[in-house]
């Protein structure tokens, strides 16, 4: 009996040092930045109040409709749909708030490729598709909560500023706020 309590105790320790060791966390994160997309996301720790993110992600813009043209003379057609898969590097500091509750900011950089279908060309008067690789500068701010379980739930604001012409075009904009919910395992 002394030692079935010795090994249970034995146990506990080092689950509970092999929590306080956490470094890493995988998961998903939805976000909502040009049309609605998910998002693997790894992150490692670099540092005790620091840590690089890792997001690989996957948006679908539906089309859109909207009206183009000069006084009385505006063609409504079907807009342009995009599929969108990015991978975005961000670089964290991280700060306790209190009782697991965490907030975080930082930089980050990425690129990706997309493909843009029913974009209208005024030059050439008509629907095409457009496809092509662009670059993205962001900024990321957040919340986080720690379970006392290897779970984190988390709720950041990433603007992102897009590089390549032919991508904001296909856009319709060069900037884009992308808000993002995540659950992530750690480990």
């Given at each position: 009996?002394?030692?079935?309590?010795?090994?249970?105790?034995?146990?506990?320790?080092?689950?509970?040092?092999?929590?306080?060791?956490?470094?890493?966390?995988?998961?998903?994160?939805?976000?909502?930045?040009?049309?609605?997309?998910?998002?693997?996301?790894?992150?490692?720790?670099?540092?005790?109040?620091?840590?690089?993110?890792?997001?690989?992600?996957?948006?679908?813009?539906?089309?859109?409709?909207?009206?183009?043209?000069?006084?009385?003379?505006?063609?409504?057609?079907?807009?342009?749909?995009?599929?969108?898969?990015?991978?975005?590097?961000?670089?964290?500091?991280?700060?306790?708030i209190k009782n697991g509750?965490?907030?975080?900011?930082?930089?980050?950089?990425?690129?990706?490729?997309?493909?843009?279908?029913?974009?209208?060309?005024?030059?050439?008067?008509?629907?095409?598709?457009?496809?092509?690789?662009?670059?993205?500068?962001?900024?990321?701010?957040?919340?986080?909560?720690?379970?006392?379980?290897?779970?984190?739930?988390?709720?950041?604001?990433?603007?992102?500023?897009?590089l390549s012409p032919d991508?904001?075009?296909?856009?319709?904009?060069?900037?884009?706020?992308?808000?993002?919910?995540?659950?992530?395992?750690?480990?």
């Amino acid at each position: 009996m002394k030692k079935l309590f010795i090994a249970a105790l034995m146990l506990t320790g080092f689950a509970f040092s092999t929590q306080a060791q956490e470094k890493n966390a995988i998961g998903i994160r939805l976000g909502d930045n040009s049309g609605f997309g998910g998002e693997v996301s790894f992150q490692t720790a670099v540092s005790k109040n620091n840590r690089i993110e890792l997001d690989l992600g996957f948006r679908n813009q539906g089309n859109v409709y909207y009206g183009y043209g000069y006084g009385n003379n505006y063609n409504y057609g079907k807009g342009y749909g995009h599929n969108d898969v990015k991978l975005v590097g961000l670089y964290q500091w991280v700060f306790d708030i209190k009782n697991g509750f965490k907030w975080y900011i930082g930089p980050g950089v990425g690129a990706g490729i997309y493909s843009s279908k029913n974009y209208y060309n005024p030059v050439i008067d008509r629907y095409e598709t457009k496809n092509g690789a662009f670059g993205v500068i962001a900024g990321d701010v957040g919340v986080e909560y720690n379970f006392k379980f290897p779970l984190q739930l988390s709720f950041d604001v990433r603007p992102e500023i897009y590089l390549s012409p032919d991508y904001i075009d296909a856009r319709d904009n060069s900037f884009g706020p992308d808000l993002g919910l995540s659950a992530r395992y750690r480990f």
